[in-house]
């Protein structure tokens, strides 16, 4: 019988190490599923009830948001203004944008903690997270705001699967439902919906009410949450992965329905966006995003 080479062994050994660490990675990155999902995808026709990000294309990217000091996160539509509203966390402030990527109104945030995420959620009336703390935050912005206390706010603390800056990165409103989707970064990465705050009646007494599906939500493809968005015409969230660079698409069930890569190549973008940390959709159906380092992005469908 003969002996086995030793550098046949060392070889076989070498690439099964690889073999085990290309398995442990693609399973990291979720790229089986994200695979199985694109391919899935051919063999289905477009559903003319959805979003279907796969028609968008990129018609404004990286433009860089001049004037500000600190990196922005988050984003929002207000559909009475017709302006954009983001958030940034070292010297907090309330950012109010045009819709192409300009600096209309700085609104400083005194209280707020690690802002990281904003919401309109009616006229007038926002939502802000602080990440730490798992706060949400409700305020009032009229045109003559330019500074906010959250000592003057409606507040709530959720204080649940608490993990340092692993928090709420990012929030989505229903405003039929009357409810606020919440997102958790990681560790675990969780999509919560919250009904009861803000108070519909503050003479009421609080009835909150937070509910999570982590088996639903270990189903996702990506590593990370950075932002929401809720779309009330078709019923579906829009969740933005930094990490993944990829915008999913997701039933309420959170069964993904289309994908907006955000690497360079995809949907017109020439360069991959770095690190998106908002999303924000307008009455139109164009999508907005932008990336640290205060980088703005504009993707719409093709005119038919």
Request: proline fraction near 4%.
């Amino acid at each position: 019988m003969r002996r086995v080479n030793r550098t046949t062994v060392f070889t076989l050994c070498i690439t099964l190490v690889a073999l085990l660490a290309a398995g442990f990675a693609a399973q990291h990155f979720r790229l089986f599923e994200r695979t199985w999902f694109q391919i899935s995808q051919m063999w289905h026709p477009a559903n003319p009830d959805a979003i279907n990000l796969g028609d968008y294309r990129a018609v404004m990217q990286g433009k860089v948001i001049e004037g500000l000091e600190d990196d922005v996160s988050a984003l929002t539509f207000d559909p009475l203004r017709k302006s954009l509203f983001t958030v940034t966390n070292k010297k907090a402030e309330l950012i109010e944008l045009s819709l192409d990527g300009r600096v209309l109104r700085r609104i400083a945030l005194v209280g707020f903690g690690d802002a990281e995420a904003v919401e309109f959620i009616g006229e007038n009336t926002y939502v802000i997270t602080d990440e730490r703390q798992q706060r949400l935050i409700k305020v009032k912005v009229d045109d003559n705001t330019r500074v906010l206390d959250a000592r003057d706010a409606e507040q709530l603390t959720l204080g649940i699967n608490q993990s340092g800056n692993k928090g709420f990165e990012g929030l989505a409103y229903d405003s039929v439902g009357k409810r606020l989707f919440v997102a958790k970064e990681r560790d675990p990465m969780l999509i919560y919906e919250v009904r009861g705050f803000p108070q519909a009646n503050p003479q009421q007494p609080y009835a909150t009410h937070v509910v999570s599906n982590p088996r639903r939500d270990a189903r996702l493809f990506v590593r990370d949450l950075s932002s929401l968005q809720f779309d009330e015409r078709t019923g579906h969230l829009l969740a933005l992965s930094d990490e993944s660079k990829l915008l999913l698409e997701l039933g309420l069930d959170g069964q993904p329905i289309s994908t907006l890569s955000l690497k360079k190549g995809k949907h017109g973008l020439t360069r991959s966006v770095p690190q998106a940390e908002g999303v924000a959709m307008d009455d139109e159906g164009t999508i907005y995003v932008v990336s640290e380092p205060n980088l703005f992005y504009v993707f719409k469908k093709p005119a038919l």
